[in-house]
Nanobody
């Protein structure tokens, strides 16, 4: 059974930092694509960052230079370091993975989500 379990998140003031982690299990090896998506209240879920097993990363323009995605393939763990947080970063952050995708923009498997709240 595939499982993705997020940890981290919480509440922080604007300008602060938070770290998210996600441990995945149930795959044969480490999935090629992993990523973080977020959903703010009243908005559609959006891709924040993704990374493939070769560690090629993608970031949405709004987080470039502030967020860093990384992964430890030996531990099947995904990370997201979020710095210089803004109120508009508030949302439910989901870890996602897909062993079949090559471009890492869409995902088949999801975690339960962890809340990130940034106050002004």
């Amino acid at each position: 059974v595939v499982q993705l379990v997020e940890s981290g998140g919480g509440s922080v003031q604007a300008g602060g930092s938070l770290s998210l982690s996600c441990t995945v299990s149930g795959y044969t090896g480490s999935p090629w694509c992993m990523g973080w998506l977020r959903q703010a209240p009243g908005k559609e879920r959006e891709l924040v960052a993704s990374i493939n097993r070769a560690r090629n990363a993608f970031y949405v323009d709004s987080v470039k230079g502030r967020f860093t995605i990384s992964r430890d393939n030996s531990k099947n763990t995904l990370y997201l370091q979020m710095n210089s947080l803004k109120p508009e970063d508030t949302g439910l952050y989901y870890c996602a993975a897909d062993p079949r995708q090559l471009v890492c923009r869409e995902f088949n498997d999801w975690g339960q989500g962890t809340q990130v709240t940034v106050s002004s």
